[in-house]
């Protein structure tokens, strides 16, 4: 209930001015978000790199409007590209369609992507294409497959182990040759088309990642969640699947104690970070994955907006 009322929150521009307008919070995206600049984005990228992590960079966007910003943000990529070849980074990126501008027509996407994957391929330097909300998982999947029908390799997808059409998408991408980030799913999406049990998640977790350990092509295994990665661990074990087969995948500013553990038993580790301006709805699903959160963030948008001062908030310097 919680997490689809957060979801719902994502998405609406009023909560987003409330929400974005208190320090506290800029200061909560902060765990979650490396910073605003590509400098803050590389500083976490060496951070990560130096505990033995690798990195996948991500400029926060999405459901962009306009070719203006459109473009804005292929160029921020272009810059964060050149800056992973020229620094030596171990480190890919991560886009979203939508931010680069499918919302506007195939053509300009097409051409707007197209410069980010230029820059890419100059550099050696693999780019991931985020997976967002089922109104575009065809599409998402179909303009995969257009760029891989023109020889453009070293992308990747991401599927979402809540949507019940996952296993044939995993069969699909498999078939194709494409490399797959398996995860649970972000979005709030109708029973019709996703799990809503978190044992049928789970379990459909297991199906995919099973099929992507033996027959993929170096998957991304992206959780944190114990019981997955137990699964994940065990069944590479007993299939003789060695840790340069595939990866796991975590997020910035979680279970950093997991990362580190399983990078020390040898493992592969790959961390997500965002970096950017436009955190806000970034930061409401890493909160409806986490609740707990919430009472803090609950505190902090209280205690800064006018209904603060009902509830005892005399001002910031507590007057
Ligand atoms: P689960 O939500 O059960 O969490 C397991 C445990 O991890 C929790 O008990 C808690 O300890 C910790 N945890 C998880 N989330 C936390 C949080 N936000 N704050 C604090 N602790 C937290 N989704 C999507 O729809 N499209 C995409 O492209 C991607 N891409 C992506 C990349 C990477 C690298 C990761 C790790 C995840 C994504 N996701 C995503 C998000 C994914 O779908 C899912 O929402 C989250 O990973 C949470 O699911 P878990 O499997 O971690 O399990």
Redesign the pocket.
């Known amino acids: 209930m919680l997490r689809q009322g957060l979801l719902f929150l994502s998405e609406s521009s009023a909560a987003r001015r409330l929400i974005t307008g208190t320090p506290l919070t800029r200061g909560l995206s902060r765990r979650?978000v490396a910073g605003e600049t590509v400098d803050e984005l590389v500083d976490a990228v060496r951070a990560a790199n130096a505990e033995g992590l690798t990195a996948?960079a991500n400029y926060l966007g999405e459901s962009v409007k306009s070719e203006e910003a459109a473009r804005a943000a292929a160029d921020r990529y272009v810059e964060v590209l050149e800056r992973i070849r020229r620094d030596g980074l171990d480190a890919n990126v991560?886009l979203?369609f939508t931010q680069m501008g499918q919302n506007i027509s195939d053509t300009f996407l097409r051409a707007n992507l197209g410069r980010v994957l230029e820059q890419a391929q100059a550099g050696g330097i693999f780019v991931?294409f985020?997976?967002?909300?089922s109104d575009y998982t065809d599409r998402t999947l179909s303009a995969f497959r257009t760029l891989w029908s023109e020889g453009v390799r070293d992308i990747g997808v991401?599927l979402?182990s809540?949507l019940r059409r996952t296993q044939a998408d995993v069969e699909r991408m498999v078939d194709l040759g494409a490399r797959v980030?398996l995860?649970?799913?972000?979005?709030a999406e109708p029973e019709r088309l996703a799990y809503q049990d978190?044992e049928e998640v789970r379990a459909s977790?297991v199906r995919a990642m099973e099929v992507l350990l033996s027959r993929g092509h170096y998957p991304?295994i992206?959780?944190?969640?114990?019981a997955?990665i137990r699964a994940t661990l065990e069944y590479a074990n007993r299939e003789g699947i060695g840790a340069d087969r595939f990866e796991f995948?975590?997020?910035h500013?979680?279970?950093r104690d997991l990362q580190q553990q399983l990078v020390a038993q040898g493992w592969r580790v790959?961390?997500?970070i965002p970096f950017g301006e436009a955190w806000y709805p970034y930061l409401m699903?890493?909160?409806?994955?986490?609740p707990?959160?919430v009472v803090f963030l609950a505190g902090s948008v209280l205690k800064e907006s006018p209904l603060g001062s009902l509830f005892g908030n005399h001002g910031r310097d507590g007057r």
């Open positions: 979650f996948t991560s979203k991931r985020d997976m967002e909300s991401v979402q809540y980030r995860c649970k799913g972000a979005y978190r977790f991304g992206a959780t944190h969640d114990d997955m995948q975590m997020l500013g979680v279970r790959r961390v997500y699903r890493r909160l409806a994955e986490r707990a959160n």
